[in-house]
């Protein structure tokens, strides 16, 4: 048997000798992973292995080394969902972020003239069911054209400053004022640059009140239920289909409030306006000069 086995008749006895060591072994990793497993279950939250050495401790007066926690986890296949750090707070740290405008706005979006008071944000596209891109876009307040957008596959600042270099496209007011929510993007010491080169004023929303860039808000919303990114299946298709949302948006999609016009054409009535009255724009240096 031992030749049909391929093994040696030392190794055959000392794993009959052994035998009775593993199933001891097994029969205390078992009693022990009970204890985890009460441990894990307290008070109906799941822990992971340092919670349940400290919950063994203080609730169950066991002492249980964590190297031998893991193991039992591990070899009994129980997993704790980790909670992922949340990128948000990593990316404020890791752009410095600090600085905070006041509310300078105050909700006047239709206050002034076109090129002149800027909303901006940040939303997510799910396509393909469950895969994310993000969209960052500055509106008009007066007009509601979408000056300038980018579509990326991560929240990196880079999307938004670029977002803010297709602003190079148009004439800027002399008192243009750009508002935005406090996420870290805006907070930036990379965004502030950009903001002090522009010349522009800068505006942010209070704390948790959305109303307070309402506008932008509202063009996501509509957006969404506009078009359908679900059947979407790369993510060069998304940005395909939200170039051709923005162009009809702007040119083709007509607006009650705006005298039943589309944002292009109100804008540029509104323009025309202003030129014929002499109050033509005072022009902005070009973007061109951003690094």
């Not at 008071?117 to 307040?141: E, F, P, Q, V, W």
């Not at 505006?203 to 957006?223: K, L, Q, T, Y």
């Not at 679900?230 to 949302?245: L, N, P, R, S």
Request: aromatic letters at 10%.
């Amino acid at each position: 048997m031992v030749k049909i086995a391929g093994v040696s008749k030392s190794g055959y006895y000392s794993y009959l000798s052994d035998s009775e060591t593993r199933q001891t072994r097994t029969f205390n990793d078992e009693e022990a992973f009970e204890f985890i497993m009460s441990a894990y279950r307290y008070k109906g939250f799941n822990k992971g292995a340092r919670m349940i050495k400290m919950t063994l401790e203080d609730q169950f007066n066991i002492i249980m080394n964590i190297k031998k926690i893991r193991r039992l986890m591990k070899k009994f296949g129980l997993f704790c969902p980790i909670r992922k750090a949340n990128p948000y707070r990593r990316m404020a740290k890791a752009l410095k972020t600090s600085h905070v405008a006041p509310n300078k706005l105050e909700r006047k979006f239709k206050e002034g003239n076109p090129n002149q008071i800027l909303l901006t944000d940040i939303t997510y596209l799910t396509y393909d069911l469950n895969k994310r891109a993000y969209l960052s876009a500055i509106k008009d307040g007066v007009t509601n054209e979408i000056h300038a957008y980018q579509v990326s596959k991560s929240l990196d600042i880079k999307f938004v400053e670029d977002t803010m270099k297709d602003l190079d496209k148009i004439e800027l007011a002399s008192d243009a004022l750009i508002n935005s929510d406090q996420g870290s993007h805006y907070t930036s010491l990379s965004f502030q640059r950009m903001i002090k080169e522009l010349n522009l004023e800068q505006s942010m929303s209070r704390r948790g009140n959305c109303w307070d860039n309402a506008p932008i808000e509202s063009f996501f919303g509509h957006m969404k239920d506009e078009i359908n990114l679900i059947d979407c299946k790369t993510f060069e298709e998304v940005k395909e289909a939200i170039d051709k949302y923005i162009d009809y948006y702007n040119n083709h999609r007509y607006q009650w409030n705006l005298k039943r016009m589309t944002p292009k054409n109100y804008g540029d009535m509104f323009r025309n306006k202003n030129k014929k009255d002499g109050l033509s724009l005072e022009v902005k240096p070009s973007l061109i000069a951003l690094h």
